[in-house]
């Protein structure tokens, strides 16, 4: 893997009561978010080779928005990024290292601090991706994912 990209769900609607948090769907604002998260990554040409998903359906729908504008990739649904730590992202991806260019489609706090261990080694107090925010990591040499060992090539929000 050369480019790993970390895509958190653009805004979604508060619960309604009784509603479970994995089915809550994305506001306006967030289906604007989407569209435009997908624009950016098309007019960079990062078409991801491949795309992990959290079975939510905010990141389900924040994925469906975006792949209406980069086009259809293989993707896959991976209940394990729901509520992940950086620990349990860094291993999904791992399991993924042929792939030149991943994207994986979730939460925070998991996705930002998964982009702080990668970027500088530690995870500890990093706050920094909104809604629909875009981190693109520049994975170096061929060994495995491991703290430390990336460059944030860019960075994006709404």
Same mark, same amino acid.
């Given at each position: 893997?050369?480019?790993?990209?970390?895509?958190?769900?653009?805004?979604?609607?508060?619960?309604?009561?009784?509603?479970?948090?994995?089915?809550?769907?994305?506001? $306006?604002?967030? @289906?604007? &978010?989407? %569209?435009?998260?997908?624009?950016?990554?098309?007019?960079? *040409? !990062?078409?991801?080779?491949?795309?992990?998903?959290?079975?939510?359906?905010?990141?389900?729908?924040?994925?469906?928005?975006?792949?209406?504008?980069?086009?259809?990739?293989?993707?896959?649904?991976?209940?394990?990024?729901?509520?992940?730590?950086?620990?349990?992202?860094?291993?999904? $991806?791992?399991? @993924?290292? &042929?792939? %030149?260019?991943?994207?994986?489609?979730?939460?925070?706090? *998991? !996705?930002?601090?998964?982009?702080?261990?990668?970027?500088?080694?530690?995870?500890?107090?990093?706050?920094?991706?909104?809604?629909?925010?875009?981190?693109?990591?520049?994975?170096?040499?061929?060994?495995?994912?491991?703290?430390?060992?990336?460059?944030?090539?860019?960075?994006?929000?709404?």
């Amino acid at each position: 893997m050369h480019e790993l990209i970390l895509l958190r769900h653009a805004h979604a609607e508060q619960p309604a009561p009784g509603q479970p948090d994995l089915d809550r769907p994305l506001s $306006a604002e967030g @289906h604007a &978010e989407a %569209e435009a998260a997908g624009r950016w990554l098309r007019e960079r *040409g !990062l078409v991801p080779d491949l795309v992990l998903c959290s079975p939510s359906r905010r990141t389900r729908e924040t994925l469906e928005l975006v792949l209406e504008q980069v086009g259809y990739v293989d993707q896959r649904l991976e209940d394990d990024i729901y509520e992940a730590s950086p620990g349990t992202l860094a291993a999904l $991806a791992d399991r @993924h290292r &042929e792939v %030149e260019r991943l994207l994986v489609v979730g939460h925070n706090p *998991g !996705l930002e601090r998964l982009a702080a261990l990668l970027h500088s080694g530690q995870s500890g107090d990093y706050r920094g991706m909104p809604p629909g925010a875009i981190a693109v990591l520049a994975l170096q040499g061929e060994g495995g994912i491991e703290p430390g060992t990336a460059t944030l090539s860019a960075f994006w929000w709404p």
